[in-house]
């Protein structure tokens, strides 16, 4: 198993992100780049000029999602959804 900054490898669903509301982007938490700039301001997670959030990711879909908010329980739920379907197919295909 590889072992890098941006964390575990064989974890690449979920990878921890920044958003600066000044400048209306989101950027890696411990690099600067790539970067996702947006065209408007999202709701403040804290009293700072960034929020965490997080860059969900799968062969079907990405998202960006600010940590704490609707958007992020969602992903959250459906992800999940998906990894128990993915798992009673599995089971079925076996019998």
Known sequence: MQQSKMGNTQDLKKLPMVFHHKSR?????????????????????????TSPAT????????????????EEEFEKLSRESGEDWKELLEMLSRT
């Not at 950027?27 to 000029?49: C, F, K, M, N, W």
């Open 25 to 49: 982007q989101f950027s890696h938490s411990t690099v600067p780049y790539p970067r996702v700039e947006i065209a408007q301001d999202l709701p403040r997670q804290t009293t700072g000029d």
């Open 55 to 70: 860059l969900w990711t799968s062969f079907n879909w990405h998202a960006l999602t600010l940590d704490g908010s609707p």
